[in-house]
C-alpha cells in the first residue's frame, strides 16, 4: 500500500476567469491571473492510499463518503493514470484502486475557491503519490474546477485561454480526438510572479457571508455568456490589455496601478452578472460597504494602499502591502463594529504564498 497526503492553498483571481469555450475541457474564455494565499489559514488537505487490495476506487469529501463518478473526480483520475501510463510512472501502481479522503478547513462554495483548493490538492497528491511532475499537471486539475489549476504554483500565476491557432472545429473520430488533447494540454497554468518576488504582498478576507452560493460558478459563467453583451466587450477588448498591464504592474512592483487594476477587474466582473438576463447578484450591501470604505481608506491614506476583489460570492479579499496592515486592521474594526455584519473572527491576514506540499 502508498499512502501520500497533500496540501494546497487558494488563490483569488486579480484578472477573473469567467466562462468557458468548452464546458468538458475547462477551456476558458480568457486569461486570468491570481495570487496564491499561503496555506497557513485556508487550505485543503488530501490523503490517498492505493493498494492492490482495494476492489474500487472511492472518495470522502469533509469526512462523508460521496460518489467517486462525479463526472469531475472520474475525469482528473482517468487523466492522471493515463499520464502515469504514458510516462512509464508509478509502475504497477497505475492499475491499483485509491481511497481518496479530502478536506477543506474553510466554509465550502462560498465563493471562498474552495473548489479550486480542493481539486488542485486532489490532482497534486494522486500525481505524487503515481510519481508524476505536478508543475506537469495544472491542465488536469483544470478539468476538475477551472481555477484550479492556478493553485498549482505559488506567487502570481496566469492561466492561458486556448491560443488561437488551436481553436479548430470539432468532429468525430481519431483527428478529432488528437485536437482535443492538444487543446487540453495548451490551456495551463504558470507562474509568472515568484511568491519571494513580492514578498511584502498580503491578503485579508473579510468573510461577510460563509453560506454556499446560490449560483454555481458553472450555471453563471453560462447564462454571461449567452446574454451579457458588455461580456463579449470584456472578453474580446478588456481582459488581453488588462493582462498585459498587470503582468508590468507586477514585474515593476506598482502596487497602485496592480491595486486600481484588480478593483476595475472585479468591479467588470460583477458588472457582467449584473448583465446577465435573469441577472446574478453575488455581492450584497455588506460587500458594498467594503467597497465604500477602501475607496475611502486610499483617500485619507494619500494614495492607493488596498485593493478589493470579490469572487462569486460577497465576500471582500483585500489585496494590499504589509507595512499597510496595521492601518487597515484598525481603522476596519472602527468602520465595522463587532455589531457588523462582517464576521472578525474570519478577518485573516495571510501571506500569499506557497506552492502545494
Ligand atoms: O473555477 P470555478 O468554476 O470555481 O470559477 C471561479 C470563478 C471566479 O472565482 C469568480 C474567478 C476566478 O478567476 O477565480
Not at 492522471?80 to 504497477?92: F, I, M, N, V, Y
Not at 483544470?142 to 496566469?158: K, P
Not at 479548430?168 to 504558470?190: F, H, I, P, T, Y
Request: charged share 20%.
Amino acid at each position: 500500500m502508498k499512502i501520500c497526503t497533500g496540501i494546497a492553498p487558494v488563490n483569488i483571481a486579480v484578472i477573473k476567469y469567467w466562462g468557458k469555450k468548452d464546458e468538458k475541457l475547462i477551456l476558458p474564455m480568457n486569461d486570468s491571473i491570481s495570487g496564491t494565499l499561503s496555506t497557513d489559514e485556508m487550505h485543503a488537505k488530501t490523503s490517498v492510499a492505493l493498494s492492490p487490495d482495494f476492489t474500487e476506487d472511492k472518495l470522502w469529501l469533509n469526512g462523508k463518503e460521496v460518489s467517486i463518478h462525479q463526472p469531475r473526480v472520474a475525469v482528473c483520475l482517468s487523466e492522471l493514470r493515463k499520464l502515469a501510463q504514458q510516462k512509464k510512472s508509478g509502475g504497477d501502481m497505475v492499475h491499483w484502486k485509491m481511497h481518496i479522503c479530502s478536506e477543506n478547513n474553510f466554509p465550502t462554495a462560498a465563493g471562498l475557491a474552495s473548489s479550486a483548493a480542493g481539486y488542485s490538492c486532489l490532482v497534486f497528491t494522486i500525481a505524487h503519490a503515481l510519481g508524476l511532475d505536478s508543475s506537469q499537471v495544472s491542465h488536469i486539475a483544470r478539468q476538475g474546477s477551472g481555477s484550479a489549476c492556478r493553485s498549482m504554483f505559488g506567487g502570481f500565476v496566469r492561466w492561458r485561454a486556448l491560443p488561437s491557432e488551436l481553436e479548430g472545429k470539432q468532429s468525430d473520430g481519431e483527428e478529432s480526438e488528437d485536437l482535443r488533447r492538444k487543446q487540453s494540454e495548451a490551456s495551463n497554468a504558470e507562474q509568472i510572479i515568484s511568491e519571494a518576488y513580492w514578498g511584502s504582498m498580503r491578503v485579508i478576507i473579510l468573510v461577510v457571508n460563509d453560506q454556499a452560493k446560490s449560483t454555481s460558478s458553472t450555471d453563471g459563467m453560462q447564462r454571461t455568456t449567452l446574454t451579457s453583451t458588455l461580456y463579449t466587450h470584456r472578453v474580446h477588448t478588456v481582459v488581453p490589455e488588462r493582462c498585459e498591464r498587470m503582468e508590468t504592474a507586477l514585474n515593476e512592483k506598482d502596487f497602485a496601478t496592480f491595486a486600481q487594476l484588480t478593483m476595475q477587474d472585479s468591479n467588470q466582473f460583477h458588472a457582467c452578472c449584473l448583465d446577465t438576463y435573469p441577472p446574478i447578484v453575488y455581492m450584497n450591501d455588506t460587500s458594498h460597504a467594503v467597497v465604500r470604505f477602501v475607496h475611502e481608506f486610499n483617500t485619507v491614506a494619500g494614495g492607493t494602499k488596498v485593493a478589493y476583489t470579490f469572487d462569486a460570492g460577497p465576500n471582500a479579499c483585500l489585496y494590499l502591502l504589509e507595512d499597510s496592515v496595521p492601518l487597515l486592521l484598525s481603522t476596519l474594526v472602527q468602520y465595522f463594529p463587532a455589531s457588523s455584519e462582517i464576521s472578525v473572527p474570519y478577518v485573516r491576514g495571510l501571506k500569499y504564498s506557497t506552492t502545494p506540499s
